[in-house]
């Protein structure tokens, strides 16, 4: 089975500033990893995906990610932030056939 | 492409009733599907899997008897609690997966708010 976690729950930061979440995984086998948003009181929004290939993966929003498979992690980047930014981010992993499994949550919060 | 629509959005309902939420593929064959529960300010916790045709699984802890799940055709889902109760006030989100595909569509939840 696999697993997430999301080393923080909460990160606070200035606008225009960088940030990253970051998100760790465990598998067994080969995954497929999602970074999603969500905004209060709505459903999840994707903001990128890693399937194969490239292991820098640009979304929308001007967030990437970058895959690392022996660290097992797949962390989340965006150069600068805006105050509308500001949301709840889900790490999520699966595999092919499998569910998927979604990590604890980080809180952006964007100050100006 | 790939959307996938939940209805109603938001139901108030009294304790002790039941309530039905649907789950639709607008535009793809679902033969999978998901239901999530998501308490305020946590993380979704996947309730059961659905396959078309087959009864679903449901994750430990989660009661079978209490959330259920019909997957009726490759474009419905529908998730029944019965007898709810204010515990059961959550925000339910399903998803919806093709066959052989890595990706779930997830609709845009339902807020449920049991009196």
């Known amino acids: 089975a696999q697993s997430v976690t999301q080393l923080d729950s909460q990160v606070p930061v200035f606008e225009e500033a960088p940030v990253e979440l970051r998100c760790n995984y465990s598998?067994?086998?080969?995954?497929?990893l999602f970074w999603y948003v969500q905004y209060p009181n709505q459903g999840l929004q994707l903001l990128l995906k890693y399937l194969s290939g490239s292991t820098l993966v640009k979304g929308i929003n001007g967030f990437e990610a970058e895959f690392n498979k022996s660290q097992t992690s797949f962390h989340l980047r965006k150069p600068s932030v805006h105050i509308s930014d500001t949301a709840e981010y889900f790490c999520?992993?699966?595999?092919?056939?499998?569910?998927?499994?979604f990590g604890a949550g980080t809180r952006l919060t964007v100050k100006p | 492409g790939a959307v996938v629509s939940q209805h109603p959005s938001r139901v108030i309902c009294k304790s002790g009733t039941s309530v039905k939420i649907e789950c639709r593929s607008l535009d793809f064959q679902a033969t999978t599907m998901f239901w999530y529960r998501q308490f305020p300010k946590q993380s979704l916790m996947l309730m059961a899997t659905?396959?078309?045709?087959?009864?679903?699984?449901?994750e430990q802890g989660v009661e079978k008897d209490k959330f259920l799940i019909n997957h009726a055709s490759l474009t419905l889902s529908t998730l029944t609690v019965t007898s709810a109760h204010p515990e059961d006030s959550s925000f339910y989100i399903c998803?919806?997966?093709?066959?052989?595909?890595?990706?779930?569509?997830f609709g845009p939840g339902t807020r449920l708010t049991v009196t």
């Open positions: 659905s396959n078309e045709g087959s009864k679903a699984t449901y």
């Open positions: 998803s919806a997966r093709p066959r052989n595909h890595y990706e779930q569509y």
């Open positions: 999520a992993v699966s595999a092919i056939n499998n569910d998927m499994r």
């Open positions: 598998s067994s086998v080969s995954v497929y």
